[in-house]
């Protein structure tokens, strides 16, 4: 792949980042080089890096033509959309709302998508001659070529069509959409320049791995906002949260135009003053953090040269058994805190089990056995266990030598995630009993949702003796090597199914006391699903055992691929 112009290179003429400037080559007498703007060379050379990621490789040609259709059609409709709500009498609120919303995901997005852009991280250009103001100029410059930027272009335009009336008001929209646009993209790049640092630790890389849970939580929340918004009298009930933002840039642009078609023109006057300000603000924010960071050494090479404390053996660490089950329990607790990816599974796991159960009582429609949702989703960390530990494994594996071994290595896996999820299920089960009132129900609830997680540590364990497969360890959303995605959804899809059936007995009887009208003594469901859940999860710990001492090359070599 033909890679970009070497920024040193094109950027050397003009140094100082002013136009009109000549430089001379090696210092001698040689003849006098036209020097070229610098927000022209940075524009040149944001087109050179999507010009060239797109060279060699179908699959991103596909993907970035695929999203620039996706994002011109749907801003279109959105643009039509919301110029269809011209006259009606709530557009105002919904227009600004959106604004605001846009504004936030601006700033938040390059937190989570950092490798998103390659040129949100100034920390490359910090060995160039470039002083920090021209440095801003041709950064934000560059930053209005993408989908994004015409995508919010779309909207704006859309958001200010719809309040724009009269002449004062058409006036007023000329200048809002820029300033939106040119508020949202400042104030990215101000976010992303003041956490770059971050962005490219690991900590940084864990955080973009969580963008998931957060979408998903957000996504619940907007479900939850939506359902309870119609049913308290639609889009009146927003409107003192809008009298609010209006005033908060850079949704004052927008606010802007609809004062100004209602006449108040000098409220107008005065949103339009605060969206400019903000705009300076931010700018200078920017600068500010830009100069920091060109002349701020990067604290991360500071911390090797720090004593490191012992670990190991203190603490809660201490309550484990000196022998292989205790090491295997505590390695396995370290990956959920260390391992990105295992963290943001296990997280996901756990704000979702919880989200779905709880959101849905809320709202009157939930039941308190969905609190088996959250004994489910954790469940799931049961499967592909050696693939976890990626090559890892391979240091595993030298101390399995018999079926003894591989059982008490599955054993304290599956202890280690019980420790967890046992108390977690108890504990959303409990919340979920205590919103819908339903107290009774708790036991046998419990009961259940004990029985589907040992059905499915069960089950989980034998899929990861006969269908182990490797966890890349590079990008963030690549679960799965490339070539073994049938073997994990096969060992995914049949664990499930056969949790389903092996923990039937007991949901056949929780469902039996309840069409039957025996409540009074559903509370035996308890002790039956906790029996129940150990003995499937010792039976599959004993049948997965033989197979990983069997297949442990094969299983090696399945989880060390990618």
């Excluded at 308890?526 to 997965?544: D, E, F, N, S, V």
Aim: glycine letters at 10%; aromatic letters at 8%; hydrophobic letters at 55%.
């Amino acid at each position: 792949m033909t890679s970009p112009a070497n920024p040193a290179s094109i950027v050397t003429p003009s140094a100082t980042g002013s136009a009109g400037t000549t430089g001379r080559a090696g210092g001698t007498g040689a003849s006098a080089v036209p020097a070229v703007p610098l927000t022209r060379i940075f524009v040149r050379l944001k087109l050179s890096l999507l010009r060239n990621g797109l060279k060699g490789s179908s699959k991103r040609k596909a993907a970035y033509f695929g999203t620039l259709a996706f994002a011109l059609v749907v801003g279109f409709f959105v643009t039509l959309g919301l110029a269809l709500l011209h006259g009606n009498a709530h557009a105002g609120t919904v227009v600004v709302l959106l604004a605001s919303i846009l504004a936030l995901g601006w700033a938040f997005m390059p937190l989570f998508f950092p490798a998103g852009d390659e040129t949100l991280d100034p920390s490359r250009l910090v060995m160039l001659p470039l002083r920090p103001r021209a440095l801003v100029r041709a950064l934000l410059a560059s930053s209005l070529v993408g989908i994004g930027p015409l995508f919010t272009l779309c909207l704006a335009v859309g958001s200010v069509v719809a309040v724009a009336r009269g002449a004062a008001g058409a006036a007023a929209a000329v200048l809002a959409a820029p300033l939106l646009v040119l508020g949202c993209v400042t104030l990215a790049r101000a976010v992303a320049t003041a956490n770059v640092r971050l962005l490219t630790s690991r900590k940084g890389r864990d955080l973009a791995l969580l963008s998931g849970l957060l979408i998903a939580v957000g996504a619940q929340l907007a479900n939850f906002a939506g359902q309870s918004l119609f049913q308290s009298g639609g889009l009146s009930t927003l409107e003192p949260v809008e009298a609010v933002v209006r005033w908060l840039p850079p949704a004052t642009a927008v606010g802007m135009v609809d004062s100004a078609s209602e006449g108040a023109y000098g409220v107008a006057a005065a949103q339009l003053a605060l969206t400019v300000a903000a705009v300076v603000a931010l700018l200078w924010f920017w600068e500010r953090s830009l100069t920091r960071l060109m002349v701020t050494p990067d604290g991360s090479t500071l911390a090797a040269a720090r004593p490191t404390k012992e670990r190991g053996g203190k603490g809660l660490w201490s309550l484990l058994s000196a022998d292989r089950t205790g090491a295997a329990v505590q390695r396995t607790l370290r990956y959920v805190v260390r391992d990105p990816k295992t963290k943001a599974s296990w997280v996901t796991a756990l704000a979702i089990g919880l989200i779905v159960p709880l959101f849905n009582a809320l709202q009157g429609t939930g039941s308190v056995y969905l609190g088996s949702f959250g004994a489910g989703m954790l469940g799931m960390q049961m499967y592909n266990q050696f693939g976890q530990d990626t090559s890892a494994f391979w240091m595993v594996a030298q101390t399995i030598s018999k079926t003894h071994d591989a059982y008490v290595e599955l054993r304290a896996r599956a202890f280690a995630l019980a420790l967890v999820t046992v108390p977690y299920t108890v504990l959303v089960t409990a919340v979920t009993a205590a919103v819908l009132g339903d107290w009774s129900g708790l036991p046998a609830a419990t009961g259940v949702a004990l029985a589907l997680l040992g059905s499915m540590l069960c089950t989980g364990a034998l899929a990861s003796a006969r269908f182990p497969y490797s966890i890349p360890s590079d990008g963030a959303f690549k679960n799965v090597a490339p070539g073994q995605g049938g073997l994990a959804w096969a060992g995914i899809f049949a664990g499930l199914l056969v949790s389903a059936v092996v923990s039937a007995p007991v949901i056949a009887l929780a469902i039996w006391l309840n069409v039957a009208e025996h409540r009074d003594i559903s509370w035996i469901v308890l002790p039956a699903g906790m029996a129940w859940g150990l003995l499937a999860a010792w039976a599959g710990l004993r049948l997965a055992a033989p197979t990983v001492a069997r297949k442990l090359p094969e299983i090696l070599g399945a989880v060390s691929k990618g």
